[in-house]
Nanobody, 124 residues
């Protein structure tokens, strides 16, 4: 079992920045691919970013490429999502997720473990 706890969400004006963090416990963190997903009201959960086990490969949806950066610290069992140039359409609940398969996967169904989510609201 893996437990994931997100933090760092909040309210920010358009153009601003936020940093989300996710702390993992319960399993060797470096064996897990880590990802971030988001879900806006009335919409399906969508892929945002993922990072490979050693952090050497990262993947992003085109919607955030160039604005968001995913990173991980295997010594601290944490993964972060640095978000910049935020837009109102980035408003959603953001979820940290973990899986032991392919880092390139963008499907929520491929992820086995999920955090409780943290709200990000971007005002215009």
């Amino acid at each position: 079992q893996v437990q994931l706890v997100e933090s760092g969400g909040g309210l920010v004006q358009a153009g601003g920045s936020l940093r989300l963090s996710c702390a993992a416990s319960g399993r060797t963190f470096s064996s897990l691919v880590m990802g971030w997903f988001r879900q806006a009201p009335g919409k399906e959960r969508e892929f945002v970013a993922a990072i490979s086990r050693r952090g050497s490969n990262t993947y992003y949806t085109d919607l955030v490429k160039g604005r968001f950066t995913i990173s991980r610290d295997n010594a601290k069992n944490t993964v972060a999502l640095q978000m910049a140039s935020l837009k109102p359409e980035d408003t959603a609940v953001y979820y940290c997720a973990a899986q032991s398969g392919l880092a390139s996967s963008r499907r929520p169904d491929d992820y086995n473990y999920w955090g409780q989510g943290t709200q990000v609201t971007v005002s215009s």
